[in-house]
């Protein structure tokens, strides 16, 4: 974790640029987790338990919806899978992403780039 913000941050509103974690975040969390151990029930083990300390820290994090940061991808969140975009399946991790900004980007991103040419797992959906 690392601290947040604060200052000049918590005077630009949420819907000003595309960037909504200022006022009231005052931390934003990486979950990491690395092993040198091979086999499935070794990643299996280790990813359960970042998955419970995900869970743990419910409490303490943005809700409705809770919020992610883009640089810190996490296709658990929803991701568009075999390089098509649905725009329902965005809308579940652009909320989390963007929230009320996720709108106003896939209209930008209609104009900007319509046909879709730059996508990934978790890229904004042109309309």
């Given amino acids: 974790m690392e601290p947040l913000y604060g200052g000049r941050m918590d005077e630009i509103a949420a819907s000003a640029t595309p960037f909504l ?8 969390i990486q979950y990491y987790m690395s092993w040198t151990e091979e086999g499935i029930e070794t990643t299996n083990q280790y990813l359960s338990f970042l998955r419970n300390l995900y ?8 809700k409705n919806p809770r919020e992610a940061f883009l640089n810190y991808r996490d296709i658990d969140i929803g991701a568009n899978l075999h390089n098509q975009t649905e725009f329902d399946i965005a809308r579940v991790y652009g909320s989390k992403f963007f929230k009320d900004n996720f709108d106003r980007l896939v209209r930008v991103k209609t104009v900007v780039d319509p046909q879709n040419f730059f996508r990934n797992e978790q890229s904004i959906p042109p309309l």
């Fill in 21 to 28: 974690h200022r006022a009231g975040n005052l931390f934003k």
């Fill in 55 to 62: 869970e743990a820290m419910t409490p303490f994090v943005s």
